[in-house]
């Protein structure tokens, strides 16, 4: 009923920039919470951060908060991330993910995930 997609993932240099874009298509009303996840060459998948549907008080991981800005347009059915002062430890495929209810620490729905790849 959901499908979630990535887009703008790419190659930057350690302190550049990059946007990432989640579009939700299918029954987008399903859709609570929205965030990202990422999953680094041997590592787990981590969680980087969440956005209630109004969109108030979005919620960073620790090594985020400061550099990155989550955002979402209901009405364009559109969630974002603003990577800003990129490092390797970066380096990562990101997944958009949504909940059906508010809370995002189990989602219901994933993207595919989009490589962003921090090299000099």
């Known amino acids: 009923q959901v499908q979630l997609v990535e887009s703008g993932g790419g190659l930057v240099q350690p302190g550049g920039s990059l946007k990432l874009s989640c579009t939700v298509s299918g029954h987008a009303a399903s859709v609570d919470a929205m965030g990202w996840f990422r999953q680094a060459p041997g590592k787990e998948r981590e969680f980087v951060a969440a956005?209630?549907?109004?969109?108030?008080?979005?919620y960073y991981a620790d090594f985020v908060r400061g550099r990155f800005i989550i955002s979402r347009d209901n009405a364009k059915n559109m969630m974002a991330l603003e990577m800003n002062g990129l490092n390797i430890e970066d380096t990562a495929v990101y997944y958009c993910?949504?909940?059906?209810?508010?809370?995002?620490?189990?989602?219901?729905?994933w993207g595919q995930g989009t490589q962003v790849t921090v090299s000099a």
């Open positions: 993910a949504a909940s059906r209810g508010p809370a995002y620490m189990n989602p219901d729905y």
């Open positions: 956005i209630s549907w109004s969109g108030r008080s979005p």
